[in-house]
Nanobody, 115 residues
Framework: QVQVVESGGGLVQAGGSLRLTCTASGNITGITAVGWYRQAPDNPRELVARKIGANRPQYSDSVKGRFIISRNDDRKTVYLQMDSLKPEDTAVYSC?????????WGQGTQVTVSS
């Protein structure tokens, strides 16, 4: 069984920073991609950042230059450094680990940015 747990969310003022952490545990091997997604109320889930294999990270236009995705060498821990946060970044942030056969999601962590 695989568990994915996010942490690091919270309340921050506009212009502030947060660092999210996501860790996969259990019987997970062959991770091919990791990603961070977010969902604001009444909106669909959207991709924030992801890293596929050894390729360069991909970012949504709304976070480019402000967010950085990184991961540990074992690929089982992934981080999202979020700087210059804006109120429109408020959402539940979830991470995803993908293998060739499966996709694993965490429950998400709330990020709230006050103006």
């Amino acid at each position: 069984q695989v568990q994915v747990v996010e942490s690091g969310g919270g309340l921050v003022q506009a212009g502030g920073s947060l660092r999210l952490t996501c860790t996969a545990s259990g019987n997970i091997t062959g991770i091919t991609a990791v990603g961070w997604y977010r969902q604001a109320p009444d909106n669909p889930r959207e991709l924030v950042a992801r890293k596929i294999g050894a390729n360069r990270p991909q970012y949504s236009d709304s976070v480019k230059g402000r967010f950085i995705i990184s991961r540990n060498d074992d690929r089982k821990t992934v981080y999202l450094q979020m700087d210059s946060l804006k109120p429109e970044d408020t959402a539940v942030y979830s991470c995803n680990f993908a293998t060739l056969r499966n996709s694993y999601w965490g429950q998400g962590t709330q990020v709230t940015v006050s103006s």
